[in-house]
């Protein structure tokens, strides 16, 4: 049996100001804009290249605004993925690495390389480098 990560819930507070930020600012492509009437509201979006999905909306979650930590994107780029972001306005952290528990500026070897930023409620999101596969 397979069993398939296709759907993260994201919880937000506006959300035309988080699908406006992940569409316009992070290249997510909108998949879904449905509601049925004013107590639910769905927005699907995929980041470019991704199986899996980001979900905001109304009436999905119980999970408070800006509570969600730790969602991550692997890119084969940190470099051009952070310049992406950056140009599109996202606020993102230099790129860094961890070495004997510490965070420091810099890449690290492989899996080792970091940039992180938060949405517009404060969910957390890191990118990540992959080894380019041989």
Known sequence: M???????????????????FYSERCGFNVDVDHSAGDAFRVVQLTPPGSACSISIGKGLAKMEPGSLQGLQLCVTDIDAARAELA???????????????????????????????????????????????T
């Open 87 to 133: 140009g599109r306005g996202v606020d993102i952290t230099p790129v860094r690495f961890i070495e004997n528990g510490e965070w420091q500026d810099g890449h690290g070897g492989p899996w080792n390389s970091f940039a992180f930023f938060s949405d517009p409620d404060g969910n957390g999101w890191a990118v990540q480098e992959k080894p380019a596969a």
């Open 2 to 20: 397979n069993y398939t990560l296709e759907l993260v819930v994201v919880p937000v507070s506006d959300v035309d100001r988080a699908k406006a």
